[in-house]
């Protein structure tokens, strides 16, 4: 049987997002490891929806860890950063045909 192995991940892969998201245009556009993913033009809409995508998810953590635990007690910023980050870095991921 041939199984067709094209990567892996293990664990959760975003541990501290306002620092790790950061990095996802570049990773998206040039990651220097894998082909790119997203356009030059994608790349910069992405970069640009940063500064508010890092600024939403610092003022989530500063929330309570407790009403971060469920999406029914999710504070309205934290709500605000995880619609914005599904927006803004993975729905460009996502139109360009990959992740489906």
């Known amino acids: ?45 992405m970069t640009r929806a940063m500064a508010k995508l890092k600024m939403y998810l610092e003022e989530c953590t500063q929330t309570s860890k407790a009403a971060r635990r469920s999406w029914s007690t999710l504070p309205d910023i934290c709500v605000k950063a995880w619609l914005t980050y599904a927006s803004t870095m993975i729905m460009p991921i996502v139109d360009a045909g990959y992740n489906k």
Do not use: W
Not at 12 to 35: D, E, H, K, R, W
């Open 1 to 45: 049987m041939l199984i067709d192995f094209r990567g892996m991940a293990i664990g959760n892969g975003v541990t501290v997002p306002a620092i790790q998201l950061q990095f996802f245009p570049q990773m998206a556009y040039n990651s220097s490891t894998a082909p790119s993913v997203v356009s030059k033009e994608t790349y910069d809409e």
